[in-house]
């Protein structure tokens, strides 16, 4: 039996926002320099702990560590990026999470993309936790929804192509000589005159990783929902119905 969290997961920090608070007291501090004189101080492994304040921040570090160490699903195998492929057992899971549970928000939503650069772990076979997907994706980027022309499409495809692959999700391509082809959303070619919603996050959608495409939508709506939050909806939910994540390669982008 896998135990869920019982309490949201941004409730982690009111331990350290408290920790915080208190060192600060009630009273301003204001810091005045009299001299541009500067030193400069390593601080390494070599610099001894100090008992107070170990001592001081133990209750905080604890309820920390009881949150992150949660179980709160389980992956049939280990979700990988590595190895120079254009599709990837993790994009393919970050690109299906975002987009199920994207659309519990906007049932429109047709595809969804991530970048691979963006994800920092692999996950494990086995025990998934709290703390797996604050290491996956550390960041407080938050979801955006873009209607965006075939043209703007068609930009983001052959901007997936150039870097060799990135999560997608309800979208298909093939890339041959860096160039995207046989671009697909929701298995049906790609039409010109139609305009497509898109899932993905405020960090992208304002220009991150260079990405291509996503610039002068049709329309944008930011989501007050965080993508670390996003995941953990995404796999307690399968936990919930009795499922573990059994992510395949499927195709969705395909080298020539």
């Known amino acids: 039996m896998i135990p869920l969290r019982t309490t949201k997961t941004r409730a982690i920090y009111l331990p350290v926002f408290l920790f915080l608070i208190s060192l600060g007291g009630c009273a301003p501090v204001f810091f005045i320099p009299s001299e541009h004189n500067h030193s400069q101080y390593e601080i390494s492994a070599e610099i001894p702990a100090d008992p107070k304040i170990e001592h001081y921040i133990a209750p905080f570090k604890d309820s920390l560590e009881s949150v992150m160490n949660s179980v709160i699903g389980q992956s049939e195998q280990r979700l990988t990026k590595s190895g120079g492929q254009s599709e990837t057992l993790l994009g393919n899971f970050f690109a299906d999470a975002l987009l199920q549970e994207g659309r519990k ?93 898109l899932l993905t996050y405020d960090y992208l959608a304002n220009g991150g990783d260079n990405s291509k495409g996503l610039d002068n939508p049709i329309s944008r709506v930011d989501l007050s929902q965080k993508v670390r939050e996003t995941l953990l909806d995404y796999i307690e939910g399968m936990t919930e119905k009795g499922q573990s994540i059994n992510t395949q390669l499927d195709g969705r982008v395909k080298t020539q």
């Open 105 to 197: 928000h906007d049932p429109e939503i047709e595809f969804s993309f991530g970048t691979k650069g963006g994800l920092r772990i692999e996950l494990p076979q086995g025990d998934i936790t709290v703390g797996h997907i604050f290491e996956l994706m550390p960041f407080e980027n938050k979801l955006v929804i873009l209607e965006l022309s075939a043209d703007k499409i068609e930009q983001l495809a052959q901007y997936i192509a150039a870097s060799n692959g990135q999560p997608i999700a309800g979208m298909t391509l093939e890339i041959s000589n860096g160039r995207a082809q046989n671009i697909q959303i929701g298995g049906q070619a790609l039409q010109k005159n139609k305009v497509y919603k």
